[in-house]
């Protein structure tokens, strides 16, 4: 078994994360982070942005008008950008939790029979079509004949509208100013062939996470999926299945057994264990905290996490050093200031200086 060390692994996943800014592709930069969390959108193109080359915004929009990346709730139930190829298998995921089933959620917004209409009327109403919000709420009452659908339809948090989501019924639409779109995958997107088995969705999504986040336990890539939620049985068989092709083989950090992909295991020994000397400023809610999970004192120091993950769901952002969190950061008016962690020791300066500019000119 591969023993490691965890500065080794935090320094192979700043390249995995492309913190190296090889490229200016905002699709290779979704694909390599397993997609973006895109709940403020501007976040998600500054998220893109500070891993180009040149700070490239424009090109995150550029992706989706083209259709090569695609806005949908997935991973934790908020807003992503997903590649389109790989979005079925990250819904397909997240749908076979069925977590709309569970008697809780059912007390707490609708029953089974009413999302039940609710879906065939969504699949209806968007056939070839893009609707708003407001758009596909009356078309659904309607269709449903249920009045009682309308304040869970209009929710701005879209409970209601997730599990259509995950089941590949829906997909966010063109932006049209400031009013959400919904639309049919299907007849909206290239190539779009359903969903496929949640067996063969993890063949893709598992070893799509580990390659960025990795080495990891099956715990953690429940939490960073869907909080958790995932049925115990079905997780350890995906994982299990994975072992027993070669896709995955188990290594040990610093005594902890956890998963790796086995084509990233040469690479994984040869990381350099002094770690990623740059500086990066990362935007709020970036994957860098939230793929391997705010809770994680490897990555965001203990105590500090308060700083991190805020309030409403609010994921600052922050100064990344060698791996970790080093500190947070803020704009404002163009002004950029930066609270570093005096416990995790010294940022080199010029970097830092470089790093700030650049953030206050993108």
Same mark, same amino acid.
């Not at 490691?4 to 930069?29: E, G, K």
């Not at 948090?157 to 932006?175: D, I």
């Not at 416990?343 to 700030?356: Q, Y």
């Given at each position: 078994?591969?023993? !490691?060390?965890?500065?080794?692994?935090?320094?192979?996943?700043?390249?995995?994360?492309?913190?190296?800014?090889?490229?200016?592709?905002?699709?290779?930069?979704?694909?390599?982070?397993?997609?973006?969390?895109?709940?403020?959108?501007?976040?998600? #193109?500054?998220?893109? @942005?500070?891993?180009?080359?040149v700070?490239?915004p424009?090109?995150?929009r550029?992706?989706?008008?083209?259709?090569?990346?695609?806005?949908t709730?997935?991973?934790?139930?908020?807003?992503?950008? !997903?590649?389109?190829? #790989?979005?079925?298998?990250h819904?397909?995921?997240?749908a076979?939790?069925?977590?709309?089933e +569970?008697?809780?959620?059912?007390?707490?917004?609708?029953?089974?029979?009413?999302?039940?209409?609710?879906? @065939?009327?969504?699949?209806? $109403?968007?056939?070839?079509?893009?609707?708003?919000?407001?758009?596909?709420?009356?078309?659904?009452?309607?269709?449903?004949?249920?009045?009682?659908l309308? +304040?869970?339809?209009?929710?701005?948090?879209?409970?209601?509208?997730?599990?259509?989501a995950? %089941?590949?019924?829906l997909?966010?639409?063109?932006?049209?100013?400031g009013?959400?779109?919904f639309?049919?995958?299907?007849?909206? !997107?290239?190539?779009w062939?359903?969903?496929?088995?949640?067996?063969?969705?993890?063949?893709?999504?598992?070893?799509?996470?580990?390659? $960025? &986040?990795?080495?990891?336990?099956? $715990?953690?890539?429940?939490?960073?999926?869907?909080?958790?939620?995932?049925?115990?049985?079905m997780?350890?068989?995906? &994982?299990?299945?994975?072992?027993?092709?070669?896709?995955?083989?188990?290594?040990?950090?610093?005594? #902890?057994?956890?998963?790796?992909?086995? $084509?990233?295991?040469?690479?994984?020994?040869?990381?350099?264990?002094?770690?990623?000397?740059?500086?990066?400023?990362?935007?709020?809610?970036? %994957? &860098?905290?939230?793929?391997?999970?705010?809770?994680?004192?490897?990555?965001?120091?203990?105590?500090r996490?308060?700083?991190?993950? +805020?309030?409403?769901?609010?994921?600052?952002?922050?100064?990344a050093?060698?791996?970790?969190?080093?500190?947070?950061?803020?704009?404002?008016d163009?002004e950029?200031?930066?609270? !570093?962690?005096?416990?995790?020791?010294?940022v080199?300066?010029?970097?830092l +200086?470089?790093?700030? @500019?650049?953030?206050?000119?993108s």
């Amino acid at each position: 078994m591969l023993s !490691l060390a965890w500065p080794h692994v935090l320094s192979w996943r700043c390249r995995r994360q492309l913190l190296h800014r090889p490229t200016p592709d905002p699709l290779a930069v979704v694909r390599a982070l397993a997609g973006v969390q895109a709940q403020v959108a501007s976040a998600a #193109e500054q998220a893109v @942005a500070a891993r180009q080359p040149v700070p490239d915004p424009a090109s995150v929009r550029a992706a989706v008008a083209a259709k090569r990346l695609v806005k949908t709730w997935a991973a934790r139930g908020t807003l992503h950008l !997903l590649d389109v190829a #790989e979005a079925p298998a990250h819904l397909a995921l997240l749908a076979a939790a069925r977590t709309w089933e +569970r008697p809780s959620w059912q007390q707490t917004f609708v029953t089974a029979g009413q999302l039940e209409k609710i879906s @065939a009327a969504a699949w209806e $109403a968007l056939d070839g079509t893009v609707l708003s919000r407001a758009e596909l709420t009356t078309a659904i009452v309607e269709h449903a004949g249920d009045p009682d659908l309308d +304040r869970h339809l209009r929710s701005g948090w879209g409970t209601v509208l997730k599990p259509l989501a995950w %089941q590949g019924l829906l997909v966010y639409g063109p932006a049209d100013g400031g009013t959400v779109t919904f639309t049919r995958p299907d007849t909206f !997107l290239p190539g779009w062939a359903g969903l496929p088995s949640a067996a063969d969705a993890a063949r893709v999504v598992i070893p799509a996470y580990l390659g $960025a &986040f990795g080495p990891a336990s099956s $715990a953690t890539f429940d939490q960073w999926l869907i909080r958790g939620q995932s049925r115990k049985a079905m997780l350890r068989g995906w &994982f299990k299945a994975l072992l027993a092709d070669g896709v995955l083989t188990e290594v040990e950090v610093d005594g #902890e057994r956890l998963f790796a992909r086995t $084509a990233d295991l040469d690479s994984l020994a040869a990381a350099d264990p002094a770690g990623f000397g740059e500086v990066r400023l990362l935007p709020a809610f970036d %994957q &860098f905290v939230l793929g391997p999970g705010t809770a994680d004192t490897r990555v965001v120091p203990p105590g500090r996490r308060p700083e991190i993950s +805020r309030t409403a769901g609010w994921i600052s952002p922050v100064v990344a050093h060698r791996g970790r969190v080093a500190g947070t950061w803020d704009r404002t008016d163009g002004e950029v200031t930066v609270n !570093l962690f005096p416990e995790h020791g010294e940022v080199p300066a010029t970097s830092l +200086r470089d790093e700030i @500019a650049r953030v206050s000119t993108s």
